[in-house]
């Protein structure tokens, strides 16, 4: 399981990722409340720039994860085109790219293993009230190593599908599939209470 | 406990694999993705609160960097998009799915499992996702209502069959089907 985290290492790869996170939180709170076309143009420019600066392949990468978008693009420009307030819509959509641009910049530069830790800072205050995050951390591993598995058992499912029949595989794959992810769950559970469960990693 | 760690686990892993292995016929020959009848199937299958546990997860995991939505999105800018109401839904589509599922057991399970789809993973989630489309795009509920409604027919389809799978599992492994079991 790949996350998307940028292979590219760029200055901000370093930065704590708690600080990037609580910053990303204040510039989205202040987009939404600014209204000036100036404002939203240079917070584009400037959003656009922070993506040219690790090189080419950063900045392309970056934007092809914002070509998600261009329904929306399309659909608010040619709605304010008709009403006749072009600069309304264009600052509904420098918003909306700068906000998910900077978003997807915090993802692209911060490692899966800090986000986890970031995770586990936020469920201190559980744990202070006596609640074991161990389930949730065992949960967050347990879903990155299996929903590869899954994925693979399920293209088998529509390849054997395949193999038998001319039409597509429709939604009958969809009971087998979910029949093989209780499966494994039981296996999973088995084989944790076979070394001890929970109670073990107490120590650890 | 194990036992309900790797379900809730597992399950958001089933949500994933909906949403990526390669599309499938859902009806007439239109390949939809099925990642929203993974949300309603937590709902009817683990019922309300192992069913909203198992979308939280899925929901963290894409909020710290996997690429588990549909086509492969995922991160932080999923969350600053126009689409953030209908995630802040999920969630909450999923428990009450699950808690129609449990509480009306009067009923054959297709119907009450189907309904309680259309409920949590029509009714709950869109009144989650237009809101959040509205704030967005700065736009009025009836204008962000128009842009979605081309995806409710596909939706009342995947309520069906979420009902029907949940009635085929009851079938063949009553033992799973957790909203059923009895407490």
Redesign the interface.
């Known amino acids: ?5 940028s292979p590219i290492e760029t200055r901000a790869h370093g930065w704590p990722a708690g600080l990037k ?1 609580a910053g ?1 939180c204040v510039v ?1 709170i202040v987009l939404f409340q600014m209204q000036s076309l100036w404002f939203h143009l240079a917070a584009f420019a400037t959003t656009l720039t922070l993506y040219a600066l690790p090189g080419q392949s950063f900045l392309r990468a970056g934007l092809r ?2 070509k ?2 261009w329904p ?1 693009v399309v ?2 420009g040619i ?1 304010h085109l008709i009403i006749r307030s072009p600069v ?1 819509g264009l600052v ?1 959509i420098l918003r ?1 790219l700068t ?6 910049l ?3 530069t ?1 490692r ?1 293993s800090d ?2 830790a ?2 586990r800072w936020l469920a201190t205050p559980l744990r202070a009230l006596g609640l074991r995050t161990e ?2 951390e ?3 591993a ?3 190593r ?2 590869p ?3 693979a058992k ?2 088998h499912l ?1 390849e054997a599908w395949r193999a038998r029949s001319a ?5 009958r ?3 087998p ?3 093989l ?2 499966d ?3 296996h ?2 088995d084989a ?2 076979a070394r001890g ?2 109670d073990a990693m107490k120590e650890s | 406990m194990e036992k309900n760690v790797t379900l809730i686990a597992l399950f958001a892993a089933l949500i994933a694999a909906l949403g990526l292995i390669p599309k499938i016929d859902l009806f007439f020959g239109v390949p939809i993705t099925a990642q929203s009848l993974g949300i309603m199937l937590c709902g009817t299958i683990l019922g309300a609160k192992r069913g909203a546990l198992a979308v939280l997860l899925f929901l963290l995991l894409v909020a710290i960097g996997l690429p588990l939505l549909a086509g492969g999105r995922g991160g932080l800018g999923v969350f600053a998009s126009p689409t953030v109401g209908f995630l802040i839904g999920f969630p909450i589509a999923a428990f009450v799915t699950g808690l129609i599922t449990e509480k009306w057991r009067t009923g054959p399970v297709w119907l009450s499992a189907g309904v309680a789809a259309v409920v949590g993973g029509i009714i709950v989630l869109y009144g989650f996702g237009i809101p959040g489309m509205a704030i967005m795009l700065d736009k009025t509920l009836v204008e962000s209502t128009a842009l979605v409604t081309a995806f409710i027919p596909g939706d009342v389809i995947k309520a069906a069959l979420a009902g029907m799978l949940t009635a085929a599992l009851v079938k063949v492994r009553p033992a799973s089907v957790l909203s059923r079991a009895e407490a």
Request: charged content about 10%; aromatic content about 10%.
């Open positions: 399981m790949i996350s998307l985290t996170l990303l989205t994860a914002l998600v978008l929306f659909l608010v709605y309304d509904i909306m906000a998910v641009g900077l978003a997807n915090v993802t692209m911060t899966l986000m986890i970031v995770v389930y949730l065992t949960a967050i347990l879903v990155i299996f929903t598995v899954l994925l399920g293209t529509t039409r597509r595989p429709g939604w794959i969809i009971l599939f979910t029949v992810a209780l494994d769950a039981d999973i559970s944790l209470r469960g929970f």
